[in-house]
Every structure is written in C-alpha cells, then in structure tokens.
C-alpha cells in the first residue's frame, strides 16, 4: 500500500519559514520523480517545485528563490523549505510521486500552510 504522509504545515506570520515534510512507503522511491502542489481556497491545484529521481529541480514561478526543493532517498522523503512567506502562499500543500509518465501517480492527504500575521 502506497501512503505518503505530508508534515511541518502550519501558522506562520509573513516573512517567516516552513519545511515541509513527506514520508513515502510502499514505493521504490528513489526512481519516483516527487513534488509538492498546493491549492488555495476557490483556486485550482498548481505545481510548487519537483525534483526528479536525478536530482534536478524545477519551481513555480511564483516561488522562485524563496523555496527549495530537496530529497532525501535513504529516508523516502522529499522536504520543501519555503522561506519570505507571504499571504498568498496560503494553501494545502500536497506531496506527489510520479513515475514516468504513466498512470503511477500518488497523493499525500495534504497539510495546511496558513501566512498571517
């Protein structure tokens, strides 16, 4: 059974910083490409940041130099270190695993990321 478990959301005040966390079990994970989503109130989910299993990154624009994406493949976890945060970084945060681009995609359960001071 695959189970990815999202960690480290919460409330944080503009400017602070998050890391956020996600466990994964029951996949072979260092050949999964990983990345977190999020989705804000009344708006669609978007990519945040991915890191495939070679270890190259890519980052929405809007999180661009505030945000790093990082994997750790002797503990299954993929982090997202989210630095300046303002408002509209407000969201559920999602953890997603993706091999190839075939049907084997999983979602974590998401964690809530809420910036106000």
């Known amino acids: 059974q695959v189970q990815l478990v999202e960690s480290g959301g919460g409330l944080v005040q503009p400017g602070g910083s998050l890391r956020l966390s996600c466990a994964a079990s029951?996949?072979?994970?260092?050949?999964?490409?990983m990345a977190w989503y999020r989705q804000a109130p009344g708006k669609e989910r978007e990519l945040v940041a991915s890191?495939?299993?070679?270890?190259?990154?890519t980052y929405a624009d809007s999180v661009k130099g505030r945000s790093t994406i990082s994997r750790d493949n002797a503990k299954n976890t993929v982090y997202l270190q989210l630095n300046s945060l303002k408002p509209e970084d407000t969201a559920i945060y999602y953890c997603?695993?993706?091999?190839?681009?075939?049907?084997?995609?999983?979602w974590g359960q998401g964690t809530q990321v809420t910036v106000s001071s």
């Open positions: 890191i495939i299993s070679g270890g190259s990154t």
């Open positions: 029951g996949i072979f994970f260092r050949i999964y490409a």
């Open positions: 997603n695993a993706q091999y190839g681009s075939g049907p084997r995609t999983y």
